[in-house]
């Protein structure tokens, strides 16, 4: 058994749920599986009851799930004290961010950071920000650049990087959204709207609406993914609450049709930042990348 194979296994343990942490760990489901049957070969015992429905820890599991959690902690304290002694800081940071930070945000920061740590690599994932503490707390990222939530987990360590303005954009092409949007009085409730499944932007289009006393709007789609929205109102499909730098890392192509709505209250800004396990803050790579913010 190898270190990645733990790692798979107590993902799987706490999900509870094969197709979850075969996304999350990016690999296959078929390949998840075949890794879980090998640890279980290795341990001559099974480690999960599994179902159509359910997954569950045998007692078997239970028991190696220690070991596992064990094994990875002594792992990492071995890389400290490694990292301590060593003249350079060397080894992998794992990162997370949306493809929109990856843009904006990360390459000056990583710039500095690969100035200073050149023998450091650099493992980069992108995904939806509103993913990214869930991401640091399974130990899948260092490291990840995301929005605040409105509530901090306690266990984790938020550094901000920048305020980001919330813009309301429709579809500048010609289209029923359109000329509704762009009517002297639109009826919001007519309008269709493109949301976000989770996270801080979330609660800003929730607040908006509500202040505006919309309380059954029009739901066109509820989609993971600040980019795949900007799409989506592109392509005439409906209007969305998003911060301003999304769109303006847009392709070309994407923000010719699209047209900003002049509101004068798109809500509370964005505040955008770097977070980390607080327990963390301690070991040499992670405490330099902090440092150099």
């Known amino acids: 058994m190898d270190l990645r194979d733990l790692k798979l296994f107590l993902h799987l343990a706490d999900s509870r ?35 159509n ?21 002594h792992y990492q304290q071995l890389r400290h004290l490694m990292d301590l002694n060593s003249p350079s800081l060397s080894g992998e940071l794992h990162l997370f961010c949306s493809v929109t930070a990856a843009y904006s945000h990360l390459p000056p920061v990583l710039d500095r950071f690969r100035a200073e740590h050149p023998q450091v690599e650099i493992k980069l994932s992108t995904g939806d920000p509103s993913d990214a503490v869930e991401k640091i707390s399974s130990g899948e990222a260092d490291l990840a650049i995301a929005g605040k939530p409105e509530s901090l987990p306690a266990g984790i360590a938020f550094n901000p990087l920048d305020v980001l303005p919330l813009a309301l954009i429709a579809p500048a092409l010609p289209c029923p959204v359109r000329s509704e949007v762009t009517s002297v009085d639109p009826d919001w409730s007519r309008v269709p709207f493109i949301f976000p499944e989770q996270g801080p932007v979330r609660r800003s289009v929730d607040l908006w609406l509500r202040r505006r006393k919309i309380t059954n709007p029009l739901i066109y789609a509820t989609v993971a993914g600040h980019e795949a929205i900007v799409s989506m109102v592109a392509l005439g499909c409906g209007v969305a609450l998003l911060p301003v730098v999304v769109l303006e890392n847009s392709p070309e192509p994407v923000r010719n049709r699209i047209m900003s709505l002049p509101l004068s209250d798109t809500g509370t800004p964005l505040e955008l930042g770097v977070c980390v396990r607080k327990k963390r803050l301690g070991e040499p790579l992670i405490n330099a990348f902090w440092d150099l913010l």
Request: hydrophobic share 40%.
């Open 53 to 73: 429905r359910s997954v569950a820890l045998t007692t078997a599991g239970e028991n190696f799930s220690l070991f596992a959690r064990q094994t990875l902690l």
């Open 17 to 51: 749920h094969f197709g979850q942490t075969a996304r999350a760990m990016h690999v296959s489901p078929s390949t998840l599986s075949r890794q879980i049957q090998r640890l279980e070969e290795d341990v001559g015992h099974p480690l999960f009851m599994r179902d």
